[in-house]
């Protein structure tokens, strides 16, 4: 014989709830506004753009009594995606590619100024430089034949900044023969009378740069676009620092064995 033991089930309100996704939750136009308030946006427009989604749907929101789990959870899924894709577009910005150089004389005439930016001057100069004023980024130098000589990153500083340092720096490295020729006023004497022999000289960067490039880069990408672009062209560029990408282990860590340890079993012994 077989007893059969009746067991209480609980009444249907008392169950766990299961979610399909379906169910409502929140008035369409009243999430609508609050989107609009917390990111402080003022059309539909901007907030289709914020949300990954067309007018259209949106619309079709506002007009929905009510959204449901998997309609506001899709929402989300899109805008990540939609935040990720605009801010990998914004990583780099083209300020000034090739721009030729006009080297000038600071006020002080200690310096050189990589063109003419006073008051009075060309406004287009005067413009870019208060754009790289506020500006953090990449920068590349290039000769008078458009090569690429110095690459380098204004980060702590402004790109303005960096590159009036870099461009009257005194690199001992930066080498050429040239011959030395008096500057003041007296008799020419020629070659042949005066022997004057080329010598190795160290120059600027102002002496050889014609161009440069400037880039606004996100600073969390700086440290290594600088570094890709060093080493990519590490036998073109003056650089004389090997930049490293940042983030990477440059070795592992070798373990220190003092007097009096035992040496591992199985160990390699010299």
């Known amino acids: 014989m077989f007893t059969c033991i009746n067991r209480p089930v ?19 136009r009243e999430l609508i506004g609050e989107i609009k308030r917390k990111f402080a946006l003022k059309t539909d427009k901007a907030v289709a753009r914020r949300l990954g989604m067309t007018q259209l749907a949106l619309l079709k929101w506002k007009r929905r009594k009510s959204l449901t789990v998997r309609q506001i959870a899709n929402a989300i899924d899109k805008s990540s995606k939609n935040a990720l ?67 380098g990153k204004a980060k702590s500083q402004s790109l303005w900044g960096e590159l009036k340092s870099v461009f009257n720096r005194d690199r001992d490295t930066q080498t050429v023969y040239r011959v030395r020729h008096p500057s003041r006023r007296q008799t020419f004497v020629p070659g042949y009378a005066k ?26 990408v700086i440290d290594n676009l600088e570094a890709l672009l060093v080493r990519s062209f590490a036998n073109d560029l003056l650089n004389v620092r090997m930049e490293r990408f940042m983030g990477l282990r440059t070795g592992a860590k070798r373990r220190s064995r003092g007097r009096g340890q035992r040496r591992p079993r199985g160990a390699w012994r010299r």
Do not use: C
């Not at 609980?10 to 369409?28: C, D, H, K, Q, T």
């Not at 300020?95 to 008051?119: C, H, M, N, Q, W």
């Not at 004057?196 to 440069?212: C, E, F, G, K, M």
């Open 10 to 28: 609980a009444p249907r309100a008392l169950r766990s709830p299961r979610f399909s996704g379906e169910e409502a939750i929140v008035n369409g």
């Open 85 to 151: 894709e605009s801010a990998h577009g914004a990583m780099i910005r083209p300020i000034v590619e090739y721009f030729p150089l006009d080297a000038v004389e600071s006020r002080g005439g200690v310096r050189y100024e990589l063109f003419p930016a006073g008051k009075g001057d060309n406004p287009l100069h005067v413009q870019l430089r208060q754009i790289l004023k506020g500006a953090n980024g990449i920068y590349i130098f290039y000769d008078s034949r458009g090569r690429a000589i110095y690459a």
């Open 195 to 220: 022997s004057r022999q080329p010598r190795r000289t160290p120059i600027r960067l102002s002496d050889l740069a014609a161009y440069v490039t400037a880039y606004e880069v996100d600073p969390a």
